[in-house]
C-alpha cells in the first residue's frame, strides 16, 4: 500500500532507459582501473588491464562501444513521456485531483486538513467527486466543508505511480 512500494508496479521507460545509462557509465568507468595495487590473492589492475588488452579489447574500445550506445539511447529518451499530463491536479493549479494528490495538498484548502484529507485519501479511489460524501463516518460539518470546495476537487483516473504516494510523498521541511 502506501508505506512500501508496490514491486508488481511496472517500471516506466524513463527508468529502464536511466537504468541502462547508468550501466553504460559503469561499463565505461570500468576501463579505467585504479593504479595496481598488489593484494594476495586478488588480480591487480595491471593485469586485468593487461587481459583486457590480451583480448584484443582496450579502453578506447570501451568508451567508443559506450559512447555509440548512448547515442542510440538518446532518442529514445528523449521520446519518453517524462511529464504525467495531470501534474497541474496535484497541487500545482487550483483544482486537486482526489484520486492521485497526496495528502499534503490539501492545506490549500483550510478546513480540509488533515481530517477531511486524511479520509479521502484514505477511502479512495473515487469515481466521481460526488463519491466522497458516501464515505462512513463524515459529519454533516465536514460535508459542508468538502461542498464548499467540490468546485477545486475532481476524480481522474489512477495513476499507479502518484497513487503509492497519497499519504507520504518523501518530502520533508
Known sequence: ???????????????????????TLAVAASAFQAPAVVTPGLRSASVCSLQMQADGMSRRDVLKNAAAFGLAAAPAIANADVEYPNVPYLGGGDQIDVNNANIRVYTKLPGMYPNIAGLIVKNGPFKSVDEIYQIKGLSSEQKNVIKKYEGNLVALDVAPEYREDVFNNGLYR
Open 1 to 23: 500500500g502506501a508505506w512500501f512500494p508496490n514491486p508488481c508496479r511496472s517500471i516506466s521507460l524513463v527508468t529502464m532507459l536511466r537504468g541502462l545509462a547508468i550501466a
